[in-house]
């Protein structure tokens, strides 16, 4: 029996309508900069914000415009994203054939998971991603750059960085794979506080050094795993931007913050 994991937060994170969504994600990527310099090159990984668009949206739009150039390359998406709403251990897949938002639907890449199945960190939780949000609100930026891609869907509990690495790595494939992991920064912290946290928690990512916690990131699990993977990958990590929901639709009393950043493979490695 073919299973749909149905949308849960549309109207509610990003517009619930095809057409308004449309030109939402449309207009958030044209004023995304164009890529210059060595972030021009074609992306590996991404972190993205997952909060409601008018909050992240124009900071997760930065790291999505990145992939104009790939439209017809990525065939395969392997997006992980934590769990808000109920615990897992591991990392769990959605025992789900295909997705669904306003846009229309995204198959599940069968043959991808068929691969992770002698991993024992690796499970099945429909309920862990029934109303996940951290997945759900990159589907529509994904289907509006890419042209024709499978999803390998994966909610993030608790897993070690090199639980998550070794996910990656089984997972890695070659550019037509590209890994997503959806992160906010930190939560609920006076405007500057946070910004301070943020820029820590943001150099640690890009010098690919120690470990994250929950407090710095909430991503910081699968996020702790893409760090280890690219140092195994000599991938190097650059900034596209960052903010925090006080510099966009929210109070700066408690805030959250978001970044933008793009995982490249480092030149003084390319064989």
């Known amino acids: 029996m073919h299973s749909i994991r149905q949308p849960a937060v549309a109207g509610i994170f990003y517009p619930g309508q095809a057409a308004v ?7 958030l990527l044209s004023v995304a900069a164009p890529a210059d310099g060595p972030e021009a090159a074609a992306p590996k990984a991404l972190i993205v914000p997952h909060a409601g668009y008018e909050y992240s949206g124009a900071t997760a739009a930065l790291a999505y415009a990145r992939l104009e150039p790939l439209r017809s390359v990525i065939h ?3 997006l992980l994203g934590p769990v808000h709403r109920v615990p897992v251990n591991g990392l769990v897949l959605p025992g789900a054939d295909t997705f669904v938002t306003p846009l229309g639907q995204i198959e599940v890449d069968q043959d991808a998971i068929g691969g992770l199945k002698r991993l024992r960190q690796v499970g099945v939780s429909p309920a862990a991603h029934a109303l996940e949000h951290s997945l759900e609100v990159q589907l529509p930026f994904l289907q509006t750059v890419l042209e ?9 509990g608790d897993a070690t ?8 790595e089984a997972l890695w494939g070659g550019p037509e794979t590209l890994i997503v992991v959806s992160s906010d920064l930190s939560h609920f912290l006076p405007y500057h506080a946070a910004q301070a ?5 943001v150099q640690r990512i890009l010098t690919l050094s120690g470990s ?5 990131a909430c991503g910081g699990t699968p996020v702790n795993g893409l760090m280890l ?3 195994q990958h000599h991938l190097r990590p650059h900034l596209l931007g960052q903010c925090n929901s ?3 639709a929210g109070d700066k009393n408690r805030v959250v913050g978001y970044a933008a950043i793009a995982f490249t493979q480092d030149q003084d490695h390319v064989h």
């Open 76 to 78: 395969r998406v392997v």
């Open 21 to 27: 969504l449309s030109r939402t994600v449309r207009a």
């Open 229 to 231: 993977a690219a140092l």
């Open 197 to 201: 946290v943020d820029q820590d928690t």
């Open 161 to 168: 960085p090199a639980e998550v690495a070794q996910v990656l």
């Open 212 to 216: 994250l916690t929950h407090a710095q």
């Open 148 to 156: 024709d891609f499978k999803l390998v869907p994966l909610a993030v």
């Open 246 to 248: 006080g510099d966009t």
